[in-house]
C-alpha cells in the first residue's frame, strides 16, 4: 500500500514539478537535518534509560546496551509489521538479559500507555490551537454520518469481544488470560513503582524531543521556515498518527505531511519535499540503529 501510495502521489505531478521536489533535496540546509536526528537519539537513549525503572520495579535488570539496542530495534521492526517491534524488543531482553517474556513485554505496555496518554495530550492541544482551521478542513473531507457509524461499529465489536473474554471457558482463552496477567503486572509496574517521576520527567522530555526534531527541520526548507509552532504542532501530530497506524509511515508520511501542510498556503511540491527530508532523515537513522544492534548484540554477547 505504501508503494502504490508514492506512485499515486508522484504520478499527478510533472516532470518540471519532480525536478523541482530533486532541487529541495539538492540545496536543503542539511545543518538543521542533523541537529534534529542528534536531539532524536537523545530521545532513544532517554527511552532505554527509562526502561531501567519499570523492570526495577519487578525486580530484574539489564545493561543499558542492551535496552538501547532493543530500542533500535523495535524502530527498525514495526517498519516491517507495524506494532511488531514491541515484540521484538521483549524478546531481546529475554535472550540476553533473561527478563520472561510476559514481564517484559508488559514493561513496554505500560511505557505504550504513558506514550499514548501524551500523544492524546499534543493532539487536545493542537486541536485547541488550530481549531477553526481543522474544522472546515474535517467538515469538508470527512462525512459526519460515516464517522457516527464507524464509530457504532467499533463500540458493538469492542463490547462483543469484552464479554467473549469474560465469560468464554475456551481452553486457548484460559492460557491467554493465564499470559495477561504477566502482562498486567508489568503494565501496573509503572504505577506503584517509588521511581515513577523520574520515569514521567523521561517520559515528557522523550515527546519533547519528537516534537524538537520536527521543529527544527522546519528550518531547512526557505518554504517551511516561517511556519508558527500551532502549525508544526498540526504536522507533527498528523505525522505520528501516520507513523502510528503504518509500517513506520512509508508512502503515508510524506504524503501525509504535504496534505495537512497545503491548509497552511504552502505550496505541495514544498510541502512533500519536506515531508520526505523529515522521513527520509529520520527513517536512514532508524535503519543504522537498528542494523548496528543487529550486528552488535551477538558480538559484545556472545555466550547469550
Not at 542533523?34 to 526502561?51: E, N, V
Not at 498528523?238 to 508520511?253: E, P
Amino acid at each position: 500500500m505504501g508503494v502504490f501510495l508514492i506512485i499515486y502521489t508522484y504520478s499527478q505531478f510533472t516532470p518540471a514539478q519532480l525536478e523541482e521536489i530533486k532541487s529541495y533535496f539538492e540545496n536543503a540546509d542539511y545543518n538543521y537535518i542533523y541537529l534534529s536526528l542528534f536531539i532524536g537519539l537523545t530521545g532513544h537513549i532517554a527511552r532505554a534509560y527509562r526502561w531501567k525503572y519499570t523492570l526495577s520495579h519487578i525486580g530484574y535488570q539489564s545493561p543499558f546496551m542492551i535496552k538501547f539496542s532493543a530500542v533500535c530495534i523495535t524502530y527498525l521492526m514495526n517498519m516491517t509489521v507495524p506494532r511488531s517491534g514491541e515484540v521484538s524488543r521483549a524478546l531481546v531482553l529475554k535472550r540476553y538479559s533473561n527478563v520472561p517474556f510476559d514481564k517484559g513485554l508488559g514493561t513496554i505496555i505500560s511505557e505504550r500507555v504513558v506514550d499514548l496518554f501524551l500523544l492524546l495530550f499534543c493532539v487536545t492541544g493542537t486541536i485547541i490551537l488550530q481549531f477553526s482551521t481543522l474544522q472546515d478542513y474535517l467538515s469538508k473531507n470527512i462525512p459526519y454520518q460515516n464517522l457516527v457509524i464507524y464509530g457504532i461499529a467499533c463500540a458493538l465489536l469492542m463490547a462483543g469481544a469484552i464479554l467473549f473474554y469474560i465469560y468464554s471457558k475456551n481452553k486457548w482463552l484460559l492460557k491467554l488470560k493465564e499470559k495477561i496477567s504477566g502482562l498486567v503486572e508489568g503494565t501496573l509496574s509503572v504505577f506503584k513503582m517509588p521511581n515513577k517521576w523520574p520515569f514521567l520527567l523521561l517520559s515528557v522530555y522523550i515527546w519533547f524531543t519528537y516534537v524538537l526534531m520536527f521543529y527544527v527541520t522546519i528550518y531547512a526548507l526557505p518554504e517551511t521556515a516561517g511556519l508558527s509552532f500551532g502549525v508544526v504542532c498540526v504536522a507533527f501530530v498528523i505525522g505520528s498518527l501516520a507513523i502510528t497506524f503504518s509500517n513506520g509511515g512509508f508512502g503515508v508520511y510524506p504524503a501525509a505531511i504535504a496534505g495537512i501542510l497545503g491548509l497552511y498556503a504552502v505550496p505541495k511540491v514544498a510541502g512533500t519535499a519536506f515531508g520526505w527530508l523529515v522521513w527520509t532523515s529520520q527513517t536512514g537513522m532508524i535503519v543504522c540503529l537498528g542494523a548496528l544492534s543487529f550486528l552488535l548484540l551477538p558480538l559484545l554477547y556472545r555466550h547469550k
